[in-house]
Every structure is written in C-alpha cells, then in structure tokens.
C-alpha cells in the first residue's frame, strides 16, 4: 500500500486549499483515512479522520468548521478541504490508513493508523 499526498502550498491567510491523497492497492473502500499534520519540534497532530464508506467524519478541535474530509472510493483518493487558513495552520500534512478495516467509527489516535503518505508542506501566510 502506497499514499501518495499532494496539494500543498504558500497561501495567504484566510484563503483556501484542497489537499489529495491517493491511495494504491484494491482495498482502499475497506480502510478509514485520516490526516494529521506536523510541525518542527512538534507532535503530530489530528486534522481528520473519515469512515471507510463515508459519512462519518471526526475533525481535531482546531480545525472543526474550517476543514472537511471526503473521499471518492472511485479513485481511491481521500481529499482535505481547507478554507479560512490561518497562519497556525502550516505545516507538513500527512495522509494515513485506519488499520481498522471495516471500523464505524473514525479515529484520532496515531497509532491506529498503519500506512502513511510522505507529507505536503502547507504554508499560510499573514
């Protein structure tokens, strides 16, 4: 299993930004996917984290109502709408499996998450 995240960039404060991840394999549909984001010195940090099916959707307190998370089992890519971007929003954003197949119930935790993409930097400008 491969994820591949892509969609980063220098963005002024207060603007918006849709980060992909796309993920190989035939299993994509089976698995929840999160994404975290870290920055130097830093924990990694929860962003979101979506259900295998859809629907059910978990966002970090930081960002819940600015961000949205959605996926498209068509093309095996989970995507991180991002909008009213604050300057502490920057940071390397990571897209990673649930290790949980088939799990109702998205989560936050780090370690449940077993793959992981190599990360796109996203700056915000003030």
């Known amino acids: 299993v491969q994820l591949q995240a892509s969609g980063g960039g220098l963005v002024q404060a207060g603007n918006s930004l849709t980060l992909s991840c796309v993920v190989s394999g035939r299993t994509f549909s089976d698995y929840g996917m999160g994404w975290f984001r870290q920055t130097p010195g830093k924990e990694r940090e929860f962003v979101a984290a979506m259900r295998w099916s859809g629907g059910s959707t978990y966002y970090g307190d930081s960002v819940k109502g600015r961000f949205t998370i959605s996926r498209d089992n068509t093309k095996n890519t989970v995507y991180l709408q991002m909008s009213s971007l604050k300057p502490e929003d920057t940071a390397v954003y990571y897209c990673?499996?649930?290790?949980?197949?088939?799990?109702?119930?998205?989560?936050?935790?780090?370690?449940?998450?077993?793959?992981w993409g190599q990360g796109t930097q996203v700056t915000v400008s003030s």
């Open positions: 990673a499996r649930d290790s949980r197949r088939y799990s109702n119930y998205p989560t936050h935790i780090l370690g449940e998450y077993d793959y």
